[in-house]
T-cell receptor
Framework: AQKVTQAQTEISVVEKEDVTLDCVYE???????LFWYKQPPSGELVFLIR????DEQNEISGRYSWNFQKSTSSFNFTITASQVVDSAVYFC????????????WGAGTKLIIKP | DAGVTQSPTHLIKTRGQQVTLRCSPI?????VSWYQQVLGQGPQFIFQ???????GRGNFPDRFSARQFPNYSSELNVNALLLGDSALYLC???????????????FGPGTRLTVL
């Protein structure tokens, strides 16, 4: 079974629209970590955020915000007022004891921001 | 400061050949991890090395091997290449041997390997 599911393969929006990228995870551990990474066309993965399972507070960083809900095993990512430079593939990842805390990645969501 | 560097950028090999990919971590980082990213998928963990010792291994066949040198740079070797080995190979460095959950990993641009 998929441990990290990003159901949206590709999303296309017009610049300045808000967009939410979904991430659903599966784990039996009580202590785990969730991540979001951005992969622009250059290929380098860029770290965006890490949350642990005991901290359900939502986080905001500029135009980026993250909604962590343990009840639905989701860790969604919202970009407000999107910009063309936000175009990239975004990955959600899970780190858990059962997998020796190595990163387990979702398949990614390709985000296209049209001018 | 230089980020994680990888060489070569692109590589084309034929089935059955062997390939060596190279990675130089960020200065001061002692841990290097290798990932395979097949087109359209998320990365898959291959190895983690710290202080020249293997600290973690993913679900990859023995054709895949790696090592880390005293200067913390690393090589990934793949023998008897198969068509399915075609992928982007990513290297990531971090400060310590702790797992990804504790350390932010910094990724290089990757090596694009094509097996014909």
């Amino acid at each position: 079974a998929q441990k990290v599911t990003q159901a949206q393969t590709e999303i296309s929006v017009v610049e300045k629209e808000d967009v939410t990228l979904d991430c659903v995870y599966e784990t039996r551990d009580t202590t785990y970590y969730l991540f979001w990474y951005k992969q622009p066309p250059s290929g380098e993965l860029v770290f965006l955020i890490r949350r642990n399972s005991f901290d359900e507070q939502n986080e905001i960083s500029g135009r980026y915000s993250w909604n962590f809900q343990k009840s639905t095993s989701s860790f969604n990512f919202t970009i407000t007022a999107s910009q063309v430079v936000d175009s990239a593939v975004y990955f959600c990842a899970l780190s858990e004891a059962e997998s020796n805390y190595q990163l387990i990645w979702g398949a990614g969501t390709k985000l296209i921001i049209k001018p | 400061d230089a980020g994680v560097t990888q060489s070569p950028t692109h590589l084309i090999k034929t089935r059955g050949q062997q390939v060596t990919l190279r990675c130089s971590p960020i200065s001061g980082h002692k841990s290097v991890s290798w990932y395979q990213q097949v087109l359209g998928q998320g990365p898959q963990f291959i190895f983690q090395y710290y202080e020249k010792e293997e600290r973690g291994r993913g679900n990859f066949p023995d054709r895949f091997s790696a090592r880390q040198f005293p200067n913390y740079s690393s090589e990934l070797n793949v023998n008897a290449l198969l068509l399915g080995d075609s992928a982007l190979y990513l290297c990531a460095s971090s400060l310590s041997k702790r797992e990804a959950s504790y350390n932010e990993q910094f990724f290089g641009p990757g090596t694009r390997l094509t097996v014909l």
